[in-house]
């Protein structure tokens, strides 16, 4: 069982920055992956960045170029750095994980599918 708990939302202006954390408790399994979900007002909830044990991103085309997904192994916490904030980015983040599945030769991610672990999540909200 994985715990997550996601710290750092709040309010922001357009155009301004946020830094999300997730305290993780640690994997038994040494490959996983890890990632950051949104749900934003009467929409799906949807991937924004994924990393994996071997410090590999993926991200959607919407927060390329503004977010930074990073994790900090010795501390088992995840990190978003988001910069130049839209009010489109408002939502609901969430922290995600699951140990990665071996398939076609080597460890995958299910990203953007939904992960097994969640946390509460954390509110961001950017306004114009």
């Known amino acids: 069982q994985v715990t997550l708990l996601e710290s750092g939302g709040g309010s922001v202006q357009s155009g301004g920055s946020l830094r999300l954390s997730c305290a993780a408790s640690e994997f038994a399994q040494s490959t996983y992956c890890m990632a950051w979900f949104r749900q934003r007002p009467g929409k799906e909830r949807e991937g924004v960045a994924n990393?994996?044990?071997?410090?590999?991103?993926t991200y959607a085309d919407s927060v390329k170029g503004r977010f930074t997904i990073s994790q900090d192994n010795s501390k088992h916490t995840l990190y978003l750095q988001m910069s130049s904030l839209k009010p489109e980015d408002s939502a609901m983040y969430y922290c995600?994980?699951?140990?990665?599945?071996?398939?076609?030769?080597?460890?995958?991610?299910?990203?953007?599918?939904?992960?097994?672990?969640w946390g509460q999540g954390t509110q961001v909200t950017v306004s114009s």
């Open positions: 995600a994980a699951e140990v990665a599945h071996y398939s076609n030769g080597r460890f995958r991610c299910s990203w953007p599918r939904p992960y097994d672990y």
């Open positions: 990393i994996d044990s071997d410090s590999q991103t």
